[in-house]
Nanobody
């Protein structure tokens, strides 16, 4: 069993940056792959980025490549999503999810957080 808690959302102007954090509590954090997803009003939840348990593999949605960076700090049981050059289209609730197996962009994660709001003003 694991618990997932996101933080770091907020309001930012277009072109600005935010760093989201995802704390995963459980007996073996280092064995969880983690993914970030987002859901804008009136839209389906979509994949943003994922990182393997080792940190050696990452995957990004085309819409965020070159702007977002996913990383993990095992000592703090935390995964980060650094978001640069933010656009109004990035406005959404961002969800973190953890899974014992690599799931990448598939939404087949076992554990989900409650989400954190990111709003980008134009």
């Amino acid at each position: 069993q694991a618990q997932v808690v996101e933080s770091g959302g907020g309001l930012v102007q277009a072109g600005g940056s935010l760093r989201l954090s995802c704390a995963v509590s459980g007996r073996t954090f280092s064995r969880y792959a983690v993914g970030w997803f987002r859901q804008a009003p009136g839209k389906e939840r979509e994949f943003v980025a994922a990182i393997s348990w080792s940190g050696g593999s990452t995957e990004y949605a085309d819409s965020v490549k070159g702007r977002f960076t996913i990383s993990r700090e095992s000592a703090k049981n935390t995964v980060f999503l650094l978001m640069n050059s933010l656009k109004p289209d990035d406005t959404a609730v961002y969800y973190c999810a953890a899974n014992r197996k690599w799931a990448g962009s598939q939404q087949q994660y076992d554990y989900w957080g409650q989400g954190t709001q990111v709003t980008v003003s134009s």
